[in-house]
Structures are given as C-alpha cells and as structure tokens.
C-alpha cells in the first residue's frame, strides 16, 4: 500500500488543523492505521492510531483530547484532527498502516512520506 500525507503548513497556537493520509494499492480497511510524528533531534513517536474498522481509537497521552484519529474507508483515506495546538506538537507527522492489529509502536508495515507543519507561539 501506498501512503501520501497532506494538510501540513503553519498553525498559530491554539489553532487547528487536520491531517489526511490517502492510501491506494491494496484493501484500506484490511489495515490498521496510525500516525506518528518526530521532532528535530528527537526519536519517532506515536500519536494517534485506528482499527480497520475505525470501531477503536488510540492516542497517546501527550495529544489526548486534543487530536481525533479517523478514517474513511469508503475513501481510502485517515485523518487526524488537531486542535488546541502548541509549540511542542511542531514535527512531521507520518501516517502508517500495518495488516495486522493495531500496535502503538512503530512496527508498522508501510509509512507515508511524512508532513511537516509548525505551531507558532
């Protein structure tokens, strides 16, 4: 499967903005998504992750109740909402998708090309 983030660009703080991540190539709905995001000069991190079904949604802790996972599979297509932002959610944002269940690490099988945006303060 093929990814391709968009949606990336400069938000001031507070503001909001949603990601999106098109797949094309095989199934969509047979993978599990997420999206995980690195900052300069820090490892990947997790963010946000959706069954196949979209039933169930993960988030970790540091964007909870700020960021929505979603997905379309109609469209073949995830998204993350980002809202209340700051300064410290500045990183590029990779969507990625695995064919098993979802995991929170970064074991996923395939990974988009990554999307930068910026919060300014």
């Known amino acids: 499967v093929q990814l391709q983030a968009s949606g990336g660009g400069l938000v001031q703080t507070g503001g909001s903005l949603r990601l999106s991540c098109a797949a094309s190539g095989r199934i969509f709905s047979s993978y599990s998504m997420g999206w995980f995001r690195q900052a300069p000069g820090k490892e990947r991190e997790f963010v946000a992750a959706i069954s196949r079904s979209g039933a169930s949604t993960w988030t970790a802790d540091s964007v909870k109740g700020r960021f929505t996972i979603s997905r379309d599979n109609a469209n073949n297509t995830v998204y993350l909402q980002m809202n209340s932002l700051k300064p410290e959610d500045t990183a590029v944002y990779y969507c990625?998708?695995?064919?098993?269940?979802?995991?929170?690490?970064?074991?996923?099988?395939?990974w988009g090309q990554g999307t930068l945006f910026t919060v300014s303060s």
């Open positions: 990625a998708a695995r064919s098993g269940m979802v995991l929170t690490t970064i074991a996923y099988d395939y």
